[in-house]
């Protein structure tokens, strides 16, 4: 395992197709193995959803593609994790 | 195993049938391996109810017809989990 | 292992019979595998407690009598567990 | 293992004899296997202690003669774990 | 394994000895596996320091002397585990 | 193992070239495990970052030469792991 | 495995040379099994750091003496551990 393994995005959606298509296309990728979308935020027309997806070699412009292909934006790309390892973030003093 | 592996929904239902019946009815669908239900609010015809849902290549329509034909709307899906693993919801720096 | 899993019940009762005997009792139904009884607030009369229950296809018609008969009243099920797995809540954006 | 697993008491006692013999007395009752025994207000003449046991089987009425006689008093039975399992209380959306 | 097992105390202490040296000769207490000693506030003269002691049928009175005879006081025993099992506090509705 | 082996990076960069590639580029140094990679602040033309690198033996000036030939500066280390063991910052009395 | 096992120290010292030379220094000291270095403070002139060192039978004055010969200066012991096992302080009721 190795490249891209984790990603967090924050995206900007239409209501329709509905989060569980957008779920489980991108889970149907190739190199994903899993994805977890969070509902954060609903407006008339559109909802703010916060997606985490793992999975191995990831291809970042290939999921940008499917998010858009649905209509959705990518407004930020919180956490990257890349590497044979997950690291996950670490709380030092400066957090505190 | 793979497809929707856990779902939330928001669900507003009445008071009858009664949330026994409503867990017990969704974990026996063939698909579903275990259901929490959780009560969050209670007013005097209806009450709100968390209800996380977890199984394999679970079929969302069958779940939504299922709380319906027991007199529950699905309020909103909170959150859906797909693919070959788990994936938990991470805590980045943007939610702190 | 299937059916009702796990019940968090909020219960009214009077002093007597003591919550230890509440507590055995109901331990001892064929289908509890075990009950956490904890106490959350005294009156001069009464006191309430919150009993979680844990067990394999538990029968809540057969725990509500029980907790009927020596006195006590089920104000609420805040909880209810079903199916093959057990399910805990998860924490979503939602509820942030 | 079966019947009371685990008590949480809450108990008003004198200095003397002191926690250190009322902590040793108690986990040598022969259905006990263990006790935490946490102080948590002094007064001139007496303390407040939370005492927490965990055993088989107990005999709650011997636990209390041992405390009262060595000079305590159990004001209240916090917790009762009862059963083949050790439950713990969860944590319900009727808590947050 | 029985007796005392783990004992918490508040201790008020000159600056000398160290607590290097404190911590050392209690860990080396033929009954003591295992010693934790924080420090949580100073002043000009003196210190206090929380000590965990952790070991198997533990000589409260044999600690007591080794901590006086390098200059310390226990000012409060704030917990005691004994038993052949190790006992946590348990956090309950009481607590919250 | 043994050396530098976690190191936690304050760096302000440019948008371009992206977090995805400053994340994967790392994550190919011969003596790097992992990194996490997570946002916490976005202006006009930079952004800042916070780097968790895991590895062995790591090479900090060649870590630093190439976060600054994709454009990056490290504005601080916030922290050190070094040794044979992975160790945790513990909270003491101190940090409370 | 015994003597002194863990500390927790908190030092002052100038920018140069780097806490990454410092955590270097410090776990290739024979009997340090791994160092946590973390930053919590910069002036102009100065920078306070927490380190947590772990080892087996560790030599204070040695670890004193490395710590000075690289220009910095223990401010405080916030925390020792010492023994056959590792004890973790413990929240009591005291302490709530």
């Given at each position: 395992m190795?490249?891209?393994?984790?990603?967090?995005?924050?995206?900007?959606?239409?209501?329709?197709p509905?989060?569980?298509?957008?779920?489980?296309?991108?889970?149907?990728?190739?190199?994903?193995?899993?994805?977890?979308?969070?509902?954060?935020?609903?407006d008339?027309?559109?909802?703010?959803?916060?997606?985490?997806?793992?999975?191995?070699?990831?291809?970042?412009?290939?999921?940008?593609?499917?998010?858009?292909?649905?209509?959705?934006?990518i407004?930020?790309?919180?956490?990257?994790v890349?590497?044979?390892?997950?690291?996950?973030?670490?709380?030092?003093?400066?957090?505190?």
């Amino acid at each position: 395992m190795a490249g891209i393994r984790r990603l967090v995005l924050d995206v900007l959606k239409p209501h329709e197709p509905s989060n569980i298509i957008l779920a489980k296309v991108l889970s149907e990728l190739e190199f994903v193995d899993g994805v977890n979308l969070s509902l954060y935020e609903i407006d008339q027309n559109t909802e703010n959803v916060k997606i985490t997806i793992v999975g191995d070699n990831m291809d970042f412009e290939e999921i940008k593609r499917t998010i858009e292909r649905l209509g959705g934006v990518i407004h930020s790309v919180d956490e990257i994790v890349a590497g044979k390892k997950i690291v996950e973030t670490v709380m030092t003093e400066q957090d505190r």
